[in-house]
């Protein structure tokens, strides 16, 4: 808005009122859902949340073999997403398993929504 100024006569403040209380009373759901999306606007990192989403878990070879990628670029990829609180491991012998952690399901599963 370059040389652009905002001129308004009056200020509607129940309206400033109410949208701070909107705010508010959703912050928790809008840090849960720009995280996950921050995080997600990688296509790799999406479409491991795809796959999350609808196998409930796979190791890191599993991901690596479907998404024809090496482990390590695969690893990675999930140290993201698990220090971000979004997805977490199970451990069965010498093998990982990834999943979507359980807070993080229903923003996720929104998301898969519009793609299935």
């Known amino acids: 808005?370059?040389?652009k100024v905002c001129i308004r006569v009056f200020a509607d403040i129940e309206q400033i009122n109410r949208c701070?209380?909107?705010?508010?009373?959703?912050?928790?759901?809008i840090y849960g859902f720009s995280r996950i999306l921050g995080l997600a606007?990688?296509?790799?990192?999406?479409?491991i949340l795809y796959l999350l989403s609808e196998e409930k878990e796979l190791?890191?070879?599993?991901?690596?073999d479907i998404l024809d990628m090496n482990i390590s670029a695969v690893s990675q990829h999930l140290r993201k997403l698990k220090d971000g609180d979004?997805?977490?491991?199970?451990?069965?012998?010498?093998?990982?398993?990834?999943?979507?952690?359980?807070?993080?399901?229903?923003?996720?599963?929104?998301?898969?929504?519009?793609?299935?």
């Open 1 to 3: 808005m370059s040389g």
């Open 20 to 29: 701070k209380s909107k705010l508010q009373a959703n912050e928790s759901s």
């Open 41 to 47: 606007g990688n296509d790799v990192r999406f479409k």
């Open 59 to 64: 190791c890191v070879c599993d991901l690596s």
């Open 86 to 116: 979004i997805v977490d491991i199970r451990k069965e012998g010498q093998t990982y398993f990834y999943f979507i952690r359980e807070a993080n399901k229903s923003i996720v599963d929104s998301f898969m929504k519009l793609i299935n």
